[in-house]
């Protein structure tokens, strides 16, 4: 609905509640620190975005074995932020650690893999590296023809 600053509240109130009832590490605190970043990084507060993805990722990092696909879920959201704000080689590196656990972790046909071919296409294309974003692109495109149905809306993007 757009109202951030209620959607905050609650998230922060839901950190408390599990800070105090969790230990360091659980997984349920990485959630929360990737709701309240998914928050700041859709009001464009990038900083603060950062810092809460980095907590989750770190806390992450502590629970999960080093080729978990979660760990690629939290590079790929910083990658995200990395991106909204221009910093395309930083958006590429945390979008190709992502990449790697992915390629490592998932059948070839996984729709997850294709988001990330997609994601470092669309850093090249705004990057202006054309036959690099084509080539992501088409990794893409591949893996949604054959695990997704023809009438599906990410195939027709």
Avoid at 67 to 96: C, Q, R, T, W
Avoid at 101 to 126: C, M, Q, R, W
């Amino acid at each position: 609905m757009g109202d951030y600053s209620k959607a905050l509240d609650f998230y922060e109130k839901s950190l408390k509640i599990r800070e105090k009832a969790l230990p360091a590490n659980h997984l349920d605190l990485a959630s929360s620190y990737n709701n309240i970043a998914r928050v700041y990084n859709s009001m464009g507060d990038y900083s603060k975005a950062l810092e809460f993805y980095e907590k989750a990722l770190k806390t992450r990092e502590k629970a999960l074995p080093s080729n978990h696909p979660d760990l690629a879920l939290s590079y790929n959201d910083i990658g995200e932020v990395y991106h909204n704000m221009g910093d395309y080689s930083k958006a590429l590196e945390f979008y190709g650690k992502a990449l790697k656990i992915f390629e490592k972790a998932l059948p070839p046909n996984h729709p997850d893999l294709a988001t990330s071919y997609n994601n470092i296409g669309d850093v090249y294309n705004n990057m202006g590296d054309y036959s690099k974003a084509l080539e992501f692109h088409e990794k893409t495109h591949k893996i949604f023809e054959k695990a997704l149905p023809s009438n599906h809306p990410n195939l027709a993007i």
